[in-house]
Nanobody
Framework: QVQLVESGGGLVQAGGSLRLSCAASGRTFSNYAMGWFRQAPGKEREFVAAISRNGGDTYYTDSVKGRFTISRDNAKNTVYLQMDKLKPEDTAVYYC???????????????WGRGTQVTVSS
């Protein structure tokens, strides 16, 4: 089992920044690719970003490219999502997830955190 705990969400004005963190425990963190997903009210959970086990490969959904950056620190068992130039449409609950190999589909991921709320005001 892998336990994931997100933090860093909050309320921010449009154009502002937030950095989300996801702390992992339970298994060897470096054995897992990590992903960030988000779910807005009334919408399905959608892919945001993913990173390979060693951090060498990253993937983003088009709407966040150039604004969000995913990174990881395997020594700290933590994955991050730096979010800049935030927009009201980024408002959602953000979840981190883990699986053995990097992917962009939610159903591929085996372990999930409980999420952290991000609200961007206009």
């Amino acid at each position: 089992q892998v336990q994931l705990v997100e933090s860093g969400g909050g309320l921010v004005q449009a154009g502002g920044s937030l950095r989300l963190s996801c702390a992992a425990s339970g298994r060897t963190f470096s054995n897992y690719a990590m992903g960030w997903f988000r779910q807005a009210p009334g919408k399905e959970r959608e892919f945001v970003a993913a990173i390979s086990r060693n951090g060498g490969d990253t993937y983003y959904t088009d709407s966040v490219k150039g604004r969000f950056t995913i990174s990881r620190d395997n020594a700290k068992n933590t994955v991050y999502l730096q979010m800049d130039k935030l927009k009201p449409e980024d408002t959602a609950v953000y979840y981190c997830a883990a699986r053995r190999f990097v992917g962009i589909a939610a159903h591929q991921y085996d372990y999930w955190g409980r999420g952290t709320q991000v609200t961007v005001s206009s």
